[in-house]
């Protein structure tokens, strides 16, 4: 199951508490104090990660809580720190606080890890409170407690290249035939109900990772049918291909499905309607799809590349035009 947004909580662990303690052996009878330190709570850390793509894992497990500090013991003896608790999420995961709303962190890099909250510091044993006056100080620190916060986990996939374009517009049937995934394809709107990545081959060794959204319909950016829900898959990419279906039964004529997506991208996101922007006609299989092609150029004033993934037609050059534009535009996305 996909999930893209979970509301979490975590608690960090609490510091162990410090020993009261004094030295007693056979060759000492009133020793001084030797009351060790607690161990300090154990950290909860974010790592992003490439193993998963959703967030489904942590759904269903109520509290995150990390271990807490062991108890300081006699003989100056610290208690044993906790081990910190590691979550694993998805690459592209945005933090933010649950009341708020603000960013707190983005983990738009794998393997880098983040502390989401601190574990409370061990309280101190009585020995740190012997003095020249106060020789059998029978008092100790208290272990701190940890952060305890409430998040809300939203994630953003990364990828080189994101589709836009209405329901039925060929996307799903580009991104299977340019890579290796396999979304559902079929002869009706709708068929893509939640994001898909694939990573498809450029020339000799380069790949380039490509993102397919649920198709937009007029009014989504106001929650019409599957709504602006899905569109953040799209901020982090550097390049959108917009896909228009120009073929013999499209669900709208060519122009107004261009306007259509073109509205309802400027109404979710200025910047993400001025992305750079790759116009290209799908199901361009006859002398008819040619002519509804080179229509859509002329009426909308954009290059058109007309496509066609059942014969292959035009996808190679499709493929060296992403590519050569990737190679222009900056590496990373800061969304």
Not at 50 to 60: A, E, P, Q, S
Not at 120 to 146: C, D, I, M, V, W
Not at 254 to 267: G, H, I, K, N, T
């Amino acid at each position: 199951m996909f999930v893209d947004e979970l509301e979490i909580h975590v608690r960090a662990g609490k510091g162990g508490n410090g020993c009261v303690s004094f030295l007693r052996d056979a060759k000492t009878l009133r020793g001084g104090p030797n009351g060790g330190d607690g161990g300090d709570g154990g950290d909860v850390i974010l790592v992003a990660t490439t193993h998963c793509n959703t967030l489904f894992h942590l759904t269903g497990r109520g509290t995150f809580g990390a271990d807490n500090g062991g108890q300081g013991l006699p003989q100056n003896c610290g208690g044993k720190d906790a081990e910190d608790l590691v979550i694993e999420v998805p690459v592209g995961t945005v933090v933010m606080d649950a009341e708020r709303g603000n960013v707190l962190h983005d983990l738009d890099q794998p393997d880098k890890p983040w502390v989401l909250a601190r574990g409370g510091y061990g309280g101190r044993g009585n020995t740190h409170f012997a003095t020249a006056t106060h020789r059998a100080p029978r008092e100790a620190e208290l272990g701190k407690p940890g952060e305890d916060r409430r998040v809300l986990l939203s994630l953003k996939l990364i990828a080189d290249v994101g589709f836009v374009g209405l329901p039925n517009a060929g996307k799903s049937t580009l991104l299977a035939t340019l890579t290796r995934a396999r979304p559902k394809i079929a002869g009706y709107p709708f068929t893509t109900l939640e994001p898909m990545l694939g990573i498809a081959q450029g020339p000799g060794d380069g790949t380039f990772v490509l993102a397919d959204i649920p198709g937009l319909i007029e009014g989504a950016s106001a929650g019409k049918g599957l709504g602006d829900r899905f569109l953040k898959h799209i901020e982090r990419t550097r390049l959108l291909l917009h896909l228009v279906d120009c073929g013999e039964l499209p669900m709208q004529p060519p122009l107004d499905a261009w306007r259509v997506v073109r509205q309802e991208l400027e109404q979710h996101s200025t910047e993400l309607a001025e992305r750079p922007t790759l116009l290209v006609a799908t199901k361009v299989e006859d002398d008819a799809g040619r002519r509804r092609a080179q229509e859509l150029a002329t009426t909308s004033g954009q290059p058109v590349m007309p496509i066609s993934s059942a014969t292959g037609a035009g996808l190679r050059e499709l493929v060296m035009a992403v590519w050569t534009m990737l190679s222009q535009l900056p590496r990373h996305r800061v969304d």
